[in-house]
């Protein structure tokens, strides 16, 4: 069961008074709600900085434009890899389609881009790739972290890094970072 609009506002307010400046919309497709678009306008009300993450999957114009009237002021796309190693892991054929195609919906729409990658022993190799694919599309934003032992990562034991190997991942995040950024 879900919170009533009331209970969510409810909570943007008890948010709001305890000092929070961001809210992030997750889990799931949250504007698959239909009263998503008051929820967000709330928080944006309330100062607090809104901001959306999604897969992609059926995020039109139209769900775009309401973020976009309510102050969502940044919608990240989950982006895990390029075009097989995304649809392979997201277990969606179309999966990387989708989430390119809800990129240019958000940038089009003048809010900002943004991605989140998971980091496994498929993607490593790939990061490079998507670094130059992301900025391409107008991503300004993009959240990285490892993949855990969750979800359908649970049933992939052989995805999922192991300690020695974060030293090749630390090396290939400061190589992006000094491409992307200049040397520190």
Do not use: H
Not at 20 to 44: C, K, M, N, P, S
Not at 122 to 131: D, F, K, W
Not at 156 to 180: C, G, H, N, S, T
């Amino acid at each position: 069961s879900e919170l009533s609009l009331e209970e969510s506002l409810d909570v943007v307010s008890q948010l709001s008074e305890l000092g929070f400046r961001e809210v992030a919309l997750i889990g799931g497709e949250f504007y698959l709600r239909e009263d998503w678009d008051q929820i967000a306008q709330a928080i944006t009300d309330a100062g607090m900085l809104c901001t959306m993450v999604t897969g992609g999957r059926g995020l039109t114009k139209g769900r775009v434009e309401r973020a976009s009237n309510a102050g969502v002021a940044l919608i990240s796309v989950s982006v895990d890899g390029l075009r097989e190693t995304q649809n392979e892991l997201r277990g969606v054929s179309g999966s990387w389609d989708a989430a390119l195609a809800a990129g240019q919906l958000v940038y089009e729409a003048g809010i900002e881009l943004g991605a989140n990658t998971q980091i496994n022993r498929r993607t490593i190799a790939e990061l490079p790739a998507l670094a130059a694919e992301l900025l391409q599309r107008g991503c300004r934003a993009w959240q990285m972290q490892l993949t855990v032992p969750m979800g359908r990562a649970a049933d992939r034991p052989e995805i999922l890094l192991q300690p020695y190997e974060l030293k090749e991942v630390f090396a290939i995040l400061k190589r992006l970072q000094d491409e992307v950024m200049g040397p520190a």
